[in-house]
């Protein structure tokens, strides 16, 4: 199956945890039910079980990985932080079919 892009950001602050800006997921924009996550000049960690992160607690995505973050709950529960560098990321939402 092929899904469109619907949304993007950059998140330049993750020195705290962030998840990915409400006005991109549902409710508001209907159909997303995926995220490529990307760790763009450092390393982040990141959870999706609702603790926050931190430099020593979560899975790690290295710099320049991406990884795939699927389903509503996951992606409204996404929490990430800069794991001790200048990491930044990048997101991109997808849903319906092409």
């Known amino acids: 199956m092929i899904y469109r892009s619907i949304g993007r950001e950059t998140i330049s602050d993750v020195s705290t945890p962030i998840g990915i800006t409400d006005s991109l997921l549902p409710p508001t924009v209907l159909g997303v039910i995926y995220a490529s996550v990307q760790a763009v000049g450092g390393n982040i960690r ?11 607690l979560g899975e790690r995505l290295l710099q320049d990985a991406v990884m795939e973050v699927w389903g509503s709950e996951d992606l409204k529960a996404l ?9 930044t990321v990048e997101v991109r939402t997808a849903g319906g079919t092409v």
């Open 79 to 87: 929490l990430m932080i800069d794991d001790g560098g200048t990491a």
């Open 46 to 56: 990141f959870t999706v079980n609702g603790t926050s992160p931190t430099t020593s």
